[in-house]
């Protein structure tokens, strides 16, 4: 079992930047390929961002390829989600998941086997 818990979320206005956490309890995450996600009222779950175990392979969504970074400090057993140049539309409840198969970045949610409780993020016009 691994728990997860995001933080770093807000209000900010468009253009502006948020960093998201999320840390891991209860196993090394270094045994895990993670994933970001996002759930806007009234949509499903969407595939933000992914990385393996290493670092070395990462995966984005379309929408925020070149505007967001995914990264990771094993030694401090946790995630991050670098958001910059963020958008309306952007906002969301941010998610982030672990898979016990390290090597992929999957975009799929199916894939993960543990989730965290989510944090807000909220970008204004």
């Known amino acids: 079992q691994v728990q997860l818990v995001e933080s770093g979320g807000g209000l900010v206005q468009a253009g502006g930047s948020l960093r998201l956490s999320c840390v891991g309890s209860?196993?090394?995450?270094?045994?895990?390929?993670m994933g970001w996600f996002r759930q806007a009222p009234g949509k499903e779950r969407a595939f933000v961002a992914a990385?393996?175990?290493?670092?070395?392979?990462?995966n984005y969504a379309e929408s925020v390829k070149g505007r967001f970074t995914v990264s990771r400090d094993n030694a401090k057993n946790t995630v991050y989600l670098q958001l910059n140049t963020l958008k309306p539309e952007d906002t969301a409840v941010y998610f982030c998941?672990?898979?016990?198969?390290?090597?992929?970045?999957?975009?799929?949610?199916?894939?993960?086997?543990?989730w965290g409780q989510g944090t807000q993020v909220t970008v204004s016009s």
């Open positions: 998941a672990a898979d016990q198969v390290k090597e992929r970045a999957s975009s799929l949610p199916g894939k993960y086997d543990y």
């Open positions: 209860g196993r090394t995450l270094s045994s895990f390929a």
């Open positions: 990385v393996n175990w290493s670092g070395g392979r990462t």
